[in-house]
């Protein structure tokens, strides 16, 4: 019988047939025709100095018939696949030879049985390096002191202007890495990030100085915490007698992954600068201790602060830099409070979260930035506005606060709630379309983080949406204008943010040195992390939660922050700044006038040239 689909299961009967007719049919058999089979599962790669291996898990289904032979692809990154060479073998391993050093492979195997070559593996990707080298060479001189010792077989191999690392996976915790953070510095100087969030196990280090000592260090990622090492290599102070140095450990929540997972590494390298930074003046005091961190990843989810915080009480930590968002901060506050925890937000801005106790905010509250969206919202003209918000603790804070800035005023405030996790923005720019009032000078607010993107790109298929002007918060312009088409978009629109924005100083020129992506929120972890390291130098390591509250106002008031102050109000957070408003002209984020604190009251506008932000 031909003609059949593969993978499809038929069913067959016979009857005799004679003149007077069809006989009875035979019992039903069934069966279905050979395929190809199924794609291996769970591929890994392994390097060496000389090879790569490759091992994998057979297929769940070999088609019908016996699996003869696999077939192992590979090419340079971006490349054609090529076959590999390696003979008939039905073995779920490999080793692959021949390849260039310091190219990135990637690898994939495929089943072969009688019927041909079945689908491909998962892709896996690694760099080659070729050197099982541990020394100094004359060119690269090395210091792998602070590379922490949960690592095995981990190789340096130095050459001309570059550094290959290698380094066999780590375990934590019990929990398998699922990815590591690359840095590197010139010997005691600043640690810098090569490489953030990768899983490979090797990388090369390019644009090295010849004849200059580089210290090396791997973090290692697992699923719940990133492990800092602070406490290795970064400076304990040498002395002629010995010193016994104590780690003081203290909680970060950063949300590296999800929506905010943009602000959130760029944060998280800033919260390692600003902790070797502290260190470093330990260091010059003579202190005999260092601050140490753990670094828990929310996901960007409303309950990773609870989990977070939680975690780390487990664990005897009971001051916590974080959460990053006011929906995480919300969720905890109970937690936070029931079980006596310090903690400094420095990303949450909700003025519902504004309370007289151990919580403190290195933000200034929305009821602020609400007065200014206000304040803008008049100046520009706007008689409607609809406002698109998260529905969550900060999206409805900051809207409600809007609303009651506009109390006074003519304009007219329609609201949509979405869900970024489960809301089709399709429907969100449909109730958009709905309320839009042809005899009103209309205006869209959003109140979104990384997903704005999303609704930007559904909201430029419709050209109504290109004919009012659009106002957001709280992702930077230039996070969003990435392609042409939203770009052209955007400067359609008019397309504004309004920020609080720290005045220029030493401190946060010297952040934007080390990680040039830094901004306001990780201006605020900075500080966060200063203030808290500085109150345990003052009040000692086994001061409590209510001691630490208690100095934590006075040494903020005096610290020199990143943010230009770090001045709280009787709530524990910034107490004022100024704000920026930037528009998207001309494809560009151009500056065009600020909003400045006069007598502690009001703000007023000062226009400024159409500047494009550098």
Do not use: C
């Not at 971006?78 to 073998?89: K, L």
């Not at 791997?218 to 290599?233: F, K, R």
């Not at 996901?299 to 990773?304: I, K, L, Q, R, V």
């Not at 900060?394 to 609201?415: H, K, M, P, Q, Y």
């Amino acid at each position: 019988v031909t003609g059949l689909t593969d993978g499809t299961t038929y069913e067959f009967r016979v009857s005799a047939v004679n003149g007077a007719g069809t006989g009875t049919a035979s019992g039903v058999a069934s069966t279905a025709p050979y395929t190809t089979p199924g794609a291996p599962t769970g591929l890994t790669a392994t390097p060496s100095s000389t090879s790569v291996s490759l091992s994998w898990v057979a297929p769940t289904s070999d088609g019908g018939n016996s699996i003869t032979d696999y077939t192992i692809e590979y090419r340079a990154e971006g490349g054609s696949w090529s076959v590999y060479a390696d003979g008939t073998s039905t073995t779920t391993s490999a080793t692959v030879t021949g390849l260039t050093d310091g190219t990135t492979y990637e690898f994939r195997v495929s089943a072969v049985n009688a019927m041909g070559t079945g689908k491909p593996s998962n892709v896996v990707s690694i760099l080659y390096a070729a050197f099982d080298v541990t020394t100094d060479s004359d060119d690269i001189l090395l210091n792998t002191l602070s590379i922490s010792p949960r690592f095995t077989n981990f190789l340096v191999a130095p050459d001309n202007g570059r550094v290959i690392l290698s380094w066999n996976a780590s375990q934590m915790e019990g929990q398998n890495a699922t990815g590591y953070i690359v840095q590197y510095r010139e010997h005691a100087g600043f640690w810098q990030n090569f490489l953030y969030w990768d899983s490979s196990s090797s990388i090369i280090i390019t644009n090295l100085t010849n004849n200059v000592v580089y210290d090396f260090r791997i973090i290692p990622i697992t699923d719940l915490v990133i492990e800092a090492v602070a406490e290795q290599g970064i400076g304990i102070p040498t002395s002629t007698h010995p010193v016994n140095i104590t780690t003081m450990n203290i909680g970060v929540i950063v949300s590296s992954t999800g929506a905010l997972a943009n602000e959130g590494q760029t944060i998280t390298e800033v919260i390692h600068y600003a902790v070797d930074e502290f260190n470093r003046y330990l260091e010059m005091h003579n202190r005999a201790w260092r601050l140490g961190i753990f670094i828990y990843n929310d996901d960007s989810s409303a309950s990773g602060g609870l989990t977070g915080v939680s975690a780390f009480n487990d664990a005897g930590i009971k001051t916590v830099v974080g959460p990053a968002t006011s929906a995480s901060l919300d969720g905890a506050m109970e937690y936070i409070y029931d079980n006596d925890l310090l903690v400094i937000s420095y990303g949450s801005t909700a003025p519902t979260l504004a309370h007289d106790d151990t919580v403190f905010r290195t933000t200034i509250d929305d009821s602020n930035t609400a007065k200014i969206y206000a304040a803008a919202l008049q100046h520009d003209g706007i008689s409607h506005v609809i406002s698109v918000i998260r529905d969550d603790v900060w999206g409805v804070a900051l809207n409600d606060a809007l609303r009651a800035s506009l109390t006074n005023s003519s304009i007219v405030l329609d609201e949509i709630k979405y869900h970024p996790n489960t809301t089709e923005y399709d429907e969100v720019i449909a109730q958009i379309q709905h309320n839009l009032r042809p005899d009103s000078t209309t205006a869209v607010v959003t109140f979104s983080f990384d997903e704005i993107k999303d609704i930007v790109d559904t909201a430029m298929l419709h050209e109504s949406l290109s004919k009012i002007k659009w106002y957001h918060s709280d992702t930077d312009i230039d996070f969003i204008l990435d392609n042409n088409t939203r770009r052209e978009f955007m400067s359609v629109v008019n397309f504004t943010t309004i920020t609080p924005t720290p005045p220029k100083n030493e401190i946060n020129a010297k952040i934007n040195q080390i990680v040039p992506n830094a901004g306001l929120y990780s201006y605020a972890a900075y500080d966060a992390i200063q203030i808290i390291g500085k109150t345990f130098d003052e009040l000692g390591l086994l001061a409590n939660t209510a001691a630490l509250a208690d100095a934590i106002p006075a040494i903020a008031s005096a610290h020199p922050a990143a943010l230009g102050n770090t001045t709280l109000n009787d709530a524990g957070d910034i107490a004022y700044s100024d704000y920026v408003v930037d528009t998207v002209i001309n494809g560009k984020k151009t500056t065009t006038h600020k909003y400045i604190l006069v007598d502690g009251s009001y703000y007023s506008i000062i226009h400024l040239p159409h500047v494009v932000a550098e």
